[in-house]
C-alpha cells in the first residue's frame, strides 16, 4: 500500500431502490454487513442516479458527467466515445491497479460480450446477465467459465431447487444455489484481487448484476424470508387508470398493475432476498480488507446504478419514469482512517458526485468538463453534512427500447419533483415535503402553477449550463 494513496473498493449493485437496507429504516430487511459500513463512514440519505436505466448512470458516475453532456443515453449502443475519459482510466495512469469483476455495461451486452472502452482495467472479470438464457459465448464470459470450472452445469442448477409457495416465476422464482451464485463470484474474484502482493495501491470494481430482475435468489435465501411481513407496494387503486395517460411514452405504463392481482409480497420478499445474498458478500469483502490489514487505508463506496419501482403505482422494473423507487438510490462512503464515521448525511447529492470526490481524495485536480461536485468535504467533517446541491437531474433519451423513444427530464429540489415529458402534455409535479410517496400528480392543478413554471425555468437552465463544451478553443477566431 501507498503511503499517501488509498485503496479503493467501489461495490455497484443493479437495480436496487434506496430503502433496502435495515440501518436506514426497513425494518423488513437484515443487512448487517451494510449497516457495519454506515457505521463506519458517511450514508448520503439523499442520493440520486442521473439515469433511470443502466448504461447512461454508469457512463455518469464513471466520469462525473450527464448522460446527455457525455451523448451516452441508451442501453444497447454499439460503443462507449472513444474521447471520453474514465475515473478509472485516470487512476490508473496515476499508479493504482485496477480490477473488475461483473457488468462493466458501457455498451451493448446483449447477443455478445460488450466492447471495452479504454477502462484502466488491468483485470477484467466480465460477467452480465446470468439469466436462464445464458447468450454469450462461454469461454468469454468469466462466470460462465467459473461455473464450468466448479463442475456445474447452469441449465440444471438455476432453479434445481423449489422453495414451498414460490410457484409464480413471473414474480419470483429460485435460482442458482448462493456459493455458485454471480453475487459471490464477484466476492470471490474481488477478495482473489484485493489480497494480492503488491505495492501500489489498487482499485476493484465489483459490480454483481443482482438485484436486478428476475427476481430469483438462492433457495437457502428465499426460504428464510416471512413473506406475510413483507410490505406491500404504494399503490392506490386509482392508478389504475391514471398511469395509462402515460401509455406510450413509458412501456411500463401500458398495463398497470395492481398488487391485488399477484403475490406482490411475494416478490418484494425475493427481491429483499437477493440484497440478502449481496449484504452477506459486503461482509466477506470488509472481512478480507480487515484480515488483510487494509481496511484503515481502503475508501469503500456502496452504491447502486438505479433503482427497481418493485410494485410501487402499478409499475414493475424501470423505464421512463422518475418516482423516487426509481431514482433514488443507497450511497455509503467509508474510509476509516481520513473519513467521519456514523455521519448521516440529508444534503442532496448525485451520482455525478462520486467520480470528483476519489479525484479530490487521491489528491489530482478535478478536470474541467466533470459536472459531480465533489463530497470530500462532508466526508472529512469540513462542511455542512446537510448542504451539498441545491437540487439534483435526472435524464432519460430514447434509452431503453426503440418503440418508446421517450425523451424526459426530472429535476427535484429537495421538497418539489417535477418531470417534463418532452413532446408530451402531460408532466408530474410532487411535493414530496406532504406527498412523500407521490400519490397527488400536481401538473395540472392551477394553484401549482407558479410552482410548476419555476421549476421549469431551473431545469431548462440546468439543461442549458450542462451542455457539451466542445473542442478546446485555441484562439478569438
Known amino acids: 500500500m501507498s503511503d499517501t494513496l488509498p485503496n479503493i473498493l467501489w461495490i455497484c449493485t443493479d437495480q436496487q431502490r434506496y430503502d433496502t437496507i435495515r440501518a436506514l429504516g426497513n425494518k423488513h430487511i437484515r443487512t448487517p454487513n451494510l449497516d457495519r459500513l454506515i457505521a463506519e463512514g458517511v450514508a448520503f440519505e439523499r442520493a440520486y442516479t442521473q439515469s433511470p436505466i443502466c448504461t447512461p448512470s454508469r457512463a455518469c458516475f464513471l466520469t462525473g458527467r450527464y448522460p ?116 459471490t463470484w464477484c466476492a470471490n474474484e474481488a477478495i482473489a484481487f484485493m489480497t494480492q502482493a503488491r505495492e501500489g495501491p489498487w482499485l476493484m470494481s465489483v459490480n454483481p448484476y443482482d438485484p436486478h430482475p428476475p427476481f430469483d435468489p438462492p433457495a437457502e435465501y428465499l426460504a428464510r424470508m416471512d413473506v406475510s411481513d413483507m410490505p406491500r407496494p404504494l399503490f392506490q387503486p386509482e392508478e389504475m387508470e391514471s398511469q395509462l395517460d402515460f401509455e406510450g411514452i413509458d412501456h411500463q405504463t401500458e398495463t398497470p398493475r395492481s398488487p391485488d392481482d399477484y403475490d406482490a409480497q411475494r416478490m418484494v420478499a425475493a427481491y429483499y432476498a437477493q440484497i440478502e445474498l449481496i449484504d452477506a458478500q459486503v461482509g466477506r469483502m470488509l472481512d478480507a480488507l480487515e484480515s488483510s490489514g487494509q481496511r484503515q487505508d481502503t475508501i469503500v463506496i456502496f452504491t447502486s446504478d438505479h433503482g427497481e419501482m418493485l410494485g410501487d403505482h402499478g409499475l414493475l422494473y424501470k423505464g421512463c419514469r422518475f418516482y423516487e423507487g426509481a431514482v433514488h438510490v443507497p450511497l455509503i462512503v467509508s474510509w476509516p482512517a481520513r473519513f467521519r464515521a456514523g455521519v448521516r448525511s440529508h444534503a442532496l447529492v448525485e451520482l455525478t458526485d462520486i467520480a470528483p470526490t476519489l479525484y479530490d481524495a487521491v489528491g489530482l485536480a478535478v478536470p474541467e468538463n466533470v459536472q459531480g461536485v465533489s463530497l470530500l468535504p462532508i466526508l472529512t467533517g469540513q462542511a455542512d453534512p446537510e448542504v451539498h446541491r441545491d437540487f439534483v437531474r435526472c435524464e432519460y433519451h430514447d434509452t431503453l427500447d426503440r418503440q418508446y423513444a421517450s425523451h424526459a427530464n426530472m429535476i427535484f429540489d429537495g421538497r418539489y419533483k417535477l418531470v417534463v415529458y418532452h413532446g408530451h402534455r402531460i408532466g408530474e409535479l410532487y411535493d414530496l415535503l406532504e406527498d412523500p410517496n407521490e400519490l397527488r400528480n400536481l401538473w395540472d392543478d392551477p394553484r401549482s402553477l407558479p410552482i410548476k413554471y419555476e421549476r421549469m425555468k431551473l431545469l431548462f437552465d440546468a439543461l442549458m449550463l450542462s451542455t457539451d463544451e466542445g473542442q478546446p478553443r485555441t484562439g478569438r477566431y
Not at 469461454?139 to 442448477?157: F, N, P, R
Open 68 to 183: 446527455s453532456t457525455l451523448h451516452v443515453n441508451r442501453n444497447g449502443n454499439d460503443y462507449f466515445p472513444a474521447n471520453v475519459t474514465l475515473i478509472t482510466r485516470v487512476l490508473a495512469d496515476t499508479g493504482y491497479d485496477c480490477g473488475l469483476a461483473g457488468k462493466l455495461h458501457l455498451s451493448a451486452a446483449h447477443g455478445r460480450v460488450e466492447i471495452r472502452p479504454d477502462d484502466g482495467y488491468r483485470v477484467f472479470k466480465w460477467s452480465h446477465h446470468p439469466s436462464p438464457e445464458p447468450f454469450w459465448p462461454t469461454e468469454q464470459h468469466d462466470y460462465q467459465l467459473w461455473l464450468q470450472q466448479q463442475g456445474i452445469e447452469w441449465d440444471a442448477a438455476y432453479s434445481a431447487e423449489s422453495v414451498e409457495g414460490w410457484t409464480d416465476r413471473a414474480i419470483s422464482r429460485a435460482g442458482i444455489a448462493a456459493r455458485y451464485h454471480q453475487t
